[in-house]
């Protein structure tokens, strides 16, 4: 069986920076309590008309394929993960394809938030081991600022949430010592509207009608302190399922990519495990919690920085809406 392995990585960030300052001015906040609580200094939000999910991730993949050294063609399918898709239907998979010239190639969306990237990445591996594909482009990217309630009521949210896309090309691992090791998936439904979008939903005889635009339902609604529990025991949970699948120990991994939900709980993580700063990488201080997106985004920024060396263990890992969490252990 072939073993998988990310071949490049690429991201995109709208150019529109939105400081925490800039947020006081239009809700009742300020860069005190963002930073405190949250530990976001800006994020980036899109400039309606010139990004869409579709042109972020586009950017993003031909930076990923390029860097894979690889060409648009080389690629025979793709696993898009975005809650944040640009239109109801269809999927943003097909949408991305269509901008890639790729007509024809198999295009699967995924819907599992904060957690999408490692749920499409373990799809995408289960295709590369068996065969089925050679060079799958593995996509997470979100507008979330359009979805969010920018008045005082939906402050909490409003300063974490952000725009941006990130991608990966798995491929062929052609050494035993690259590639991914295994994924780890879970999810818990009890939990679903801990983090959720009601509307539009399809199971009401309109699908969006002026009273649901009155009561603010197509706003992202967060219970901050529930997410925030179950997060640190997941994502703690999770890391060691894949540590011990693979008897490996905590110390040896060489970085540790958490979904960047809050670095309050990437911090608490990061105590946990012992790890020292230089293992953890964090970006959400410049560009808030991207949802599907940090992830693939993370993993670039890391490598363009030198973070991540051939040969280095990684370890991603994610909490979000559903509730699901997930976790990836990897050679580079
Ligand atoms: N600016 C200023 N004050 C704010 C605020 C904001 N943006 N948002 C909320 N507050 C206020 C609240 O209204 C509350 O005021 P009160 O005491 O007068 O009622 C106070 O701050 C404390 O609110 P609380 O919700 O208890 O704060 P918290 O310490 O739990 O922090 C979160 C809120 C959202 C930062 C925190 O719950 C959290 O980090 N949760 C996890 C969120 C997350 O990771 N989401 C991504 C999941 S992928």
Redesign the pocket.
Known sequence: MNRSKIKGVGHYVPDRVISNDYLSTIM???ND??VE??GIQERRWFTPGKDTVTSMSAAASKMAIERAGLEVKDIDFIVFATITPDYFLPGNGVLLQRELGLQGVGALDIRNA?SGFIYALSVADQYIKTGMYKNILVVGAEIQSSALDKSDEG??SA??FADGAGAAVLGVSDSENAGILSTHLHADGDYAEE?YCSDPGSSREVRISPEMIDAGDFFLK?N??A??KH?VVRFAEVIKEALDANQKDKSEIDLLVP?Q??L??SNYIQQKLGLPDEKVFNNIMHLG?TTAATIPIALSEAWEQGRIKEGDLLCLAA??SGFAWASALLYW
């Open positions: 009742n906040t300020n309590w963002i609580r949250t904060c402050r909490s300063v974490i983090l967060m901050g302190n997410v925030f997060a979904h939900a809050n309050r709980i919690n909490f979000g």
